[in-house]
């Protein structure tokens, strides 16, 4: 049966809830000790009809001198449960198309064999390739870049001097700021995680445009290695903001005047400009075909500024552009994770002219009302000038007027040409001698506007001591069997019952023992999968002697190691008479 007339809507069965999975199934009885095929009276497994087949075109390729990147084309789609790869005494279960393998010997031959496995275990012919990280590393790449470039393996790596790190629940809201949204796992090294829904790096070493590359035109770039997107609503975008758009709390989906943004999610990837930047007759180079991310697999995205277009490139290739010219010559990076938890950063670099940083902290205050809080002087010590940035939802598009402690100034739309007649953000600079005292910042009373959020840009000094962001250790996650998902279509007095075993956001799987499917709390199958990565497993279910009604399926994945989870997901469905 194909696929497409599985997830209709067939005959009588009206769905009453969505699939429920759970990481562990408390009530589930210890499984066997030999653990069998069944299948109840009236119930029929509909084998897959196809054979796996070998992978072919597997490629190793590394962005250090410790790793490689394996990749590969799956033989007639990836219809399989996925594939087992074997390197120098190891061994990995992974659902898609590539995976890195990482802590390797510098100089050490590493073999690698990939092999498609099907949803029974059942594994297909290898596919090999040999290489040695330190000679596939290829270095040509980073031509370009100034050091230092930034290498995200933990707090150090984000100095206060060089990046100010942002978070929020939604645009302009730095109350939302999680205290949690970075952990370090120990990828080759140390890699920084994004732990929350949103999280902004704001670099404070601009970006300047120079002469044209020798290589490849280039007047400016700016790198970053990654593996996310990872989830379907994820986005990982790469933004170059001039002047004042770098103070701004959250870029969220806007693009400020003049400002470039490279996004990328997990099927595409394009550009967004703002207003003021001009179309050119530029070519833009742009051929490549765009394949999913894979957790915990770093690609190197890169945002090059030509003199008449940018271009998104992945590794070396072209993939998008736009035929604009950017009218700035200095930018301000900013690096944006939307919806991309476990999404790992590995590295940022730039390209151009070679600037020093120009040290920037952030203060988050209040929102709403007169008084917008107070900065202490703990968080304003150090600091050279302040930057008050804030929302402003103006009523009758009068301008206000911003106070600092005992100083006052009119505060500048971003963009100078906003639409005040709903939500502007503003600011004003104010000079800052001496931070012995507090500071109250204040929207006076007679302005008609009112401010619901607003922070403070400190211009730091060099005596200036700001705090680390906070970064949790964790540990390397544990494969786990794949959570199921259950669909349920009804077929004259046949269901058709269907078992997905997928994780495409895991870097690795944990062999599955097996696949066990209650029907209102009888067993109606038990399946051995011998050690294999997920895959789809379907049941007839005949329905002469099932009432109508509401009825319930359940089905479990156990792992091979039993000391692993057990995961399960529930489908409730009703039967009407036909």
Known sequence: MERRKLIALVGGIALLGGTVALLRDESAPPPPPVFERFLADGVEHVPDAHEPGAPTDLELTALDRTSLRASWTAAGGLGHGGFEVRWNGGTRLVQGTETELTDLDVNADVAVEVRAVDGLGNRSGPATATAVPRMAYDAAPE????????????????????????????????????????????????????????????SNVPLTLGEPHPGDGAVGRAVLTTDGPLTSDGEV??????????????????????????????????????????????????????????????????????????????????????????????????????????????SFGTGGVPAGPEPASVVALGRGGVDLGTATPAQLAGGTSVRVVATLLVGSGAPATLEFGSLSAPATPMPPEGDWSYETVVYADFPLEGTDELRSVRLPTDDTGYLAGVHLVVADGLDARRPLPRVTDRPSPVPEVPVPTVTVVREGDVARVVVELADPTAREVAAVKGVEVDFDG?????????????????????????????????????????RGEVRQAQHSFQIRPL
């Open 522 to 562: 009888e067993r109606i199958a038990t399946l051995p999968t011998n050690g294999s990565a997920g895959g789809r497993h379907e049941f007839a279910l005949r329905l002469d002697d099932v009432p109508t009604g509401g009825h319930d399926v359940v089905a479990r994945v156990l792992p091979v190691d039993g």
């Open 143 to 202: 031509d370009g870049l100034f050091e230092p470039v930034d290498r995200f393996d933990g707090p150090e790596s984000l100095s206060p001097r060089r990046w100010r790190v942002l978070t929020a629940t939604k645009p302009y809201d730095p109350r939302g700021a999680s205290t949690d949204c970075l952990g370090r796992r120990p990828f080759n090294g140390g890699r920084l995680e994004v732990a929350c829904d949103l999280l902004e790096l704001q």
């Open 237 to 346: 975008a790469i933004a170059l903001l001039p002047e004042p758009f770098q103070d701004l709390a959250a870029l969220g989906d806007g693009v400020p005047p003049g400002a470039v943004v490279l996004r990328v999610t997990s099927t595409a990837v394009r550009f967004d400009v703002g207003a003021g930047v001009p179309a050119t007759g530029g070519v833009v180079p742009a051929a490549g075909t765009f394949t999913l991310p894979s957790s915990g697999v770093r690609h190197r995205w890169e945002l090059r500024v030509l003199p008449d277009a940018v271009v998104a490139l992945r590794d070396g290739v072209a993939l998008a552009g736009a035929p604009v010219a950017v009218p700035w010559r200095v930018a301000h990076p900013r690096l944006v994770f939307r919806e991309s938890r476990h999404t790992l950063l590995d």
